[in-house]
């Protein structure tokens, strides 16, 4: 496994995401997960835009690629699943409070109203 943590609050959010689901899914279902947990709970990490099978963001398809490239979880036949899923790696996770991740950009496009 590559010793790159995730940097950003959103792929630190992606991970433990993909770590709570009971089992794999395809890219389009979390990308469909993601979009209807951002609208339940009213999470900002992601942006979605109307797409082919629904609702899609290009943020999270990178941070998805990303989480793959460093090892955290893996792509199989389709499927998206958390790659440690019953061992201790879970120490190596940045999910405590004392983790200080850098400052992302800004969401300034989101905020003047387009």
Not at 82 to 110: D, H, Q
């Amino acid at each position: 496994m590559n010793s790159t943590l995730p940097v950003y609050k959103r792929q630190r959010f992606l991970l433990s995401f993909i770590k709570s689901m009971e089992k794999p899914s395809t890219a389009i279902d979390l990308q469909k997960l993601l979009f209807l947990y951002s609208q339940h709970q009213q999470s900002d990490f992601y942006d979605f835009i109307p797409y082919l099978y629904g609702c899609y963001s290009l943020q999270a398809a990178e941070d998805v690629n990303t989480l793959e490239r460093n090892g955290w979880i893996t792509k199989t036949n389709n499927l998206i699943q958390y790659r440690f899923p019953n061992s201790k790696k879970e120490a190596e996770l940045p999910f405590s409070e004392n983790y200080v991740s850098p400052k992302e950009r800004g969401n300034t496009f989101g905020q003047i109203g387009l």
